[in-house]
């Protein structure tokens, strides 16, 4: 008897859990940018702050001249257009 009592509480458990550990996760995420920002305030923020414009324009062009030169050595016969 005591096992089946304890599976008619484990959906209040599993639902209460769900329900806890994002709201404990999110406050405990608050707490901590909140003192970082009091103790470091945004001088953090200006030095450690990655600029990742190059790094998306070289993505961009990549994705642009990859599939073309697959296209030009396909036109060239360097690439079969079916597998055998």
């Known amino acids: 008897m005591k096992l089946a009592s304890r599976h008619l509480n484990q959906p209040l ?4 859990v769900i329900t ?6 999110a406050g405990t995420g608050a707490v901590h ?9 945004l001088r953090m923020l200006g030095k450690a702050w990655l600029n990742t414009d190059g ?5 961009f062009v990549m994705a642009d001249a990859i599939p073309s030169s697959h296209r030009r050595a396909r036109a060239l016969g360097h ?3 079916r597998a055998p």
């Open 20 to 25: 806890v550990e994002p709201i404990t996760s």
């Open 79 to 81: 690439v079969p257009l």
């Open 55 to 59: 790094l998306w324009a070289a993505t």
């Open 33 to 41: 940018a909140i003192v970082v920002y009091e103790k470091l305030g």
């Open 13 to 16: 458990t599993d639902g209460l």
